[in-house]
């Protein structure tokens, strides 16, 4: 049973098109995370909700909306694709948000063409 | 500003030998210290952390770190590398200032084991 799982695993897209990408938790964890992995690994946080609270915004352009319905979920929807937001994309989610001790998800590779 | 610097961005080394990975990071203040491991196609797992305390943590799979406030740094060992070990390591730095979880994360680097 998957602690954090992210749909899709893999997304291949065209320029302009909006995509979403969809993380679940089942650890009981009020706060999660929206990390990006660029193509050379490395790992930058977008955006952390805590119980369902938007608590970071990094400087991320407005095409990239995240939502939290519940504590339980976080989706990021991604507006007029762009060549560089190919990277892979991680959910995280901990228990105690100020600590930063994370549960990664495996990612989610889009590319976009 | 806060970085985390892994000086080293590949190493090899021999399945058995030891292996030291190091991190340095720049902060004012006593930071929360994390070492993360990534195998392939896998989403980061962490491997320990240091909050405060005993400045020699104990992690997964035989890892352990040691925190040098004077040097800034935050160096994972093994004693005994095996071939599972091979994966991107990352060394992450949390600030106990900022009331947030964001990590700041160096950039990573990549083992190697030879049989």
């Known amino acids: 049973d998957t602690a954090v799982s992210q749909t899709p695993k893999y997304l291949v897209t065209q320029m302009g098109n909006d995509k979403s990408i969809k993380c679940e938790q089942n650890l009981g964890h009020d706060t999660m995370y929206w990390y990006k992995q660029d193509s050379k690994k490395f790992l930058k946080i977008m955006f952390s909700y805590n119980n369902k609270e938007l608590i970071i915004n990094e400087t991320v352009p407005n095409r990239f909306s995240p939502k939290s319905p519940d504590k339980a979920h976080l989706n990021l929807h991604i507006n007029s694709l762009e060549l560089g937001d190919s990277a892979v994309y991680f959910c995280?989610?901990?228990?105690?948000?100020?600590?930063?001790?994370?549960?990664f998800g495996e990612g989610s590779r889009l590319t976009v063409l | 500003a806060q970085s985390v610097t892994q000086p080293d961005i590949h190493i090899t080394v021999s399945e058995g030998a030891s292996l030291e990975l190091r991190c340095n990071y720049s902060y004012g203040a006593t930071p929360y210290l994390f070492w993360y491991v990534q195998s392939p196609g896998q989403g980061l797992q962490l491997l320990l952390k240091?909050?405060?305390?005993?400045?020699l943590v104990q992690g997964i799979k035989g890892f352990e770190a040691e925190f040098k406030r004077s040097q800034s740094s935050f160096n994972l060992r093994k004693p005994s590398v095996h071939w599972s070990d091979a994966a991107e390591y990352f060394c992450?730095?949390?600030?106990?200032?900022?009331?947030?979880?964001?990590?700041?994360f160096g950039q990573g680097t990549t083992l190697q084991v030879k049989p």
């Open positions: 240091y909050f405060s305390g005993d400045t």
């Open positions: 992450a730095v949390g600030f106990s200032s900022s009331n947030t979880g964001k990590l700041i």
């Open positions: 995280a989610s901990s228990h105690i948000y100020y600590t930063g001790e994370l549960f």
